[in-house]
C-alpha cells in the first residue's frame, strides 16, 4: 500500500493576487452601490464612467483594471436661470470693484488733514472777557447808585465820613460788591467752558465728516470685491466603499491546513497500520518456536 501524497503548499503570490482582484471588483460595485443617481426638483447629480481606466499592478505582477466615475450636477431650468442672474450680477459688482480700485491709492497717498480744527482753551480768553466787561458794564450803574445811596444814608444818620462806624458800613458794601464780581467772573468762565465745549463738539464732527468722506469708497469698494466673491459647488459627497472585500487568501490558507490536516491523519493511520501487521508478524514467528529463540538456530552462532 504506497504513502499518501503530501498536499502541495499554495502559492502566496497568486494567493494575494487574486485576493486583490477580489477586493478591487467589491470596491468598483460598492461605488456603483454607494452613489446613486439623484433626481429632485432644483437638479440632478448622476455618476458615469469616463473613460478614463487606471492599470493597478498586483503582488503577482497581473494588471487590474479600475474605472473612474464622474459627478455630474445638473440645475433644472428655472435654477439654471438664477444661477445665471447671479453669476452676471457678482461679475458686474467684481468689475466695478476692479475699476474702483484703482482709486485706493489716490485715496490713501492723501491723508486727511485736521491741521485747521486744533483746539485751545486759552483761544477763548477775549469771548469771556467781553462777556465779563457786558455783565460789569450792566451791573455798574447800579453798585454807583447803592453806594451813593448807602452813603447818604449814613451820613443822615450821623456817621462822618473816615469814622470807625462809616468806614464799617461801607465795608459790608464793598464786601457784596465783590461777591458779585466773584460770581461775573464765575459766569465768565461757564461762558469760556460752553464755548469751547462747543468748539470741540464741531471738530470732532468735522473730523468724522472728513474721515467718512475718505472711507466710503474704500468701504464701497471693499464691499464690491466681498459680493463678488466665487462661491463653491454645493454637491453631494462621494460616499466610500463600505462593503469588506472577500477574504481569498483566509479561504485559501485555510484550504490548505485542512489539506495538510487530512494528510497527517492519513499517515498516523498508516503507521498505526504498518506497526500492527509488523507486531502481528513478530508474534507469530517467535511464538512458534518450542524452546524459545536458540540463537544457533540463526546463523550457527554458539
Given at each position: 500500500?504506497?504513502?499518501?501524497s503530501?498536499?502541495?503548499?499554495?502559492?502566496?503570490?497568486?494567493?494575494?493576487?487574486?485576493?486583490?482582484?477580489?477586493?478591487?471588483?467589491?470596491?468598483?460595485?460598492n461605488?456603483?452601490?454607494?452613489?446613486?443617481?439623484?433626481?429632485?426638483?432644483?437638479?440632478?447629480?448622476?455618476?458615469?464612467?469616463?473613460?478614463?481606466?487606471?492599470?493597478?499592478?498586483?503582488?503577482?505582477?497581473?494588471?487590474?483594471?479600475?474605472?473612474?466615475?464622474?459627478?455630474?450636477n445638473?440645475?433644472?431650468?428655472?435654477?439654471?436661470?438664477?444661477?445665471?442672474?447671479?453669476?452676471?450680477?457678482?461679475?458686474?459688482?467684481?468689475?466695478?470693484?476692479?475699476?474702483?480700485?484703482?482709486?485706493?491709492?489716490?485715496?490713501?497717498?492723501?491723508?486727511?488733514?485736521?491741521?485747521?480744527?486744533?483746539?485751545?482753551?486759552?483761544?477763548?480768553?477775549?469771548?469771556?472777557?467781553?462777556?465779563?466787561?457786558?455783565?460789569?458794564?450792566r451791573?455798574?450803574?447800579?453798585?454807583?447808585?447803592?453806594?451813593?445811596a448807602?452813603?447818604?444814608?449814613?451820613?443822615?444818620?450821623?456817621?462822618?465820613?473816615?469814622?470807625?462806624?462809616?468806614?464799617?458800613?461801607?465795608?459790608?458794601?464793598?464786601?457784596?460788591?465783590?461777591?458779585?464780581?466773584?460770581?461775573?467772573?464765575?459766569?465768565?468762565?461757564?461762558?469760556?467752558?460752553?464755548?469751547?465745549?462747543m468748539?470741540?463738539?464741531?471738530?470732532?464732527?468735522?473730523?468724522?465728516?472728513?474721515?467718512?468722506?475718505?472711507?466710503a469708497?474704500?468701504?464701497?469698494?471693499?464691499?464690491?470685491?466681498s459680493?463678488?466673491?466665487?462661491?463653491?459647488?454645493?454637491?453631494?459627497?462621494?460616499?466610500?466603499?463600505?462593503?469588506?472585500?472577500?477574504?481569498?487568501?483566509?479561504?485559501?490558507?485555510?484550504?490548505?491546513?485542512?489539506?495538510?490536516?487530512?494528510?497527517?491523519?492519513?499517515?498516523?493511520?498508516?503507521?498505526?497500520?504498518?506497526?500492527?501487521?509488523?507486531?502481528?508478524?513478530?508474534?507469530?514467528?517467535?511464538?512458534?518456536?518450542?524452546?524459545?529463540?536458540?540463537?544457533?538456530?540463526?546463523?550457527?552462532?554458539?
Amino acid at each position: 500500500m504506497g504513502s499518501p501524497s503530501a498536499p502541495p503548499p499554495p502559492d502566496p503570490y497568486k494567493t494575494a493576487g487574486a485576493q486583490t482582484g477580489s477586493n478591487i471588483q467589491t470596491g468598483i460595485a460598492n461605488s456603483v452601490m454607494g452613489n446613486p443617481n439623484v433626481v429632485g426638483p432644483q437638479g440632478s447629480t448622476t455618476y458615469a464612467e469616463s473613460g478614463e481606466v487606471h492599470n493597478i499592478t498586483g503582488p503577482d505582477g497581473q494588471s487590474y483594471k479600475v474605472p473612474r466615475y464622474t459627478q455630474t450636477n445638473t440645475l433644472s431650468q428655472g435654477e439654471q436661470g438664477i444661477y445665471d442672474l447671479n453669476t452676471q450680477a457678482r461679475t458686474n459688482i467684481g468689475q466695478i470693484g476692479v475699476d474702483q480700485s484703482a482709486r485706493i491709492g489716490e485715496l490713501l497717498g492723501k491723508p486727511v488733514d485736521y491741521s485747521d480744527l486744533k483746539l485751545d482753551p486759552n483761544s477763548f480768553s477775549a469771548d469771556r472777557q467781553r462777556v465779563e466787561q457786558a455783565m460789569y458794564q450792566r451791573m455798574q450803574p447800579q453798585l454807583d447808585r447803592s453806594r451813593e445811596a448807602e452813603e447818604n444814608r449814613l451820613v443822615n444818620q450821623g456817621f462822618q465820613r473816615g469814622t470807625e462806624g462809616f468806614t464799617s458800613a461801607m465795608g459790608d458794601l464793598g464786601r457784596q460788591e465783590n461777591d458779585m464780581r466773584l460770581a461775573i467772573t464765575a459766569a465768565g468762565l461757564d461762558e469760556q467752558q460752553g464755548m469751547y465745549g462747543m468748539a470741540r463738539d464741531a471738530a470732532g464732527y468735522e473730523m468724522a465728516r472728513r474721515s467718512g468722506e475718505r472711507n466710503a469708497p474704500i468701504n464701497e469698494i471693499t464691499a464690491l470685491m466681498s459680493g463678488s466673491q466665487v462661491n463653491q459647488p454645493n454637491v453631494p459627497g462621494y460616499n466610500p466603499a463600505q462593503i469588506a472585500g472577500t477574504d481569498v487568501q483566509g479561504a485559501v490558507y485555510g484550504s490548505a491546513a485542512l489539506a495538510n490536516q487530512q494528510y497527517q491523519q492519513q499517515m498516523a493511520q498508516q503507521n498505526a497500520m504498518m506497526g500492527g501487521v509488523s507486531g502481528m508478524a513478530s508474534a507469530g514467528l517467535f511464538g512458534g518456536m518450542k524452546y524459545g529463540f536458540n540463537p544457533m538456530q540463526w546463523g550457527g552462532m554458539a
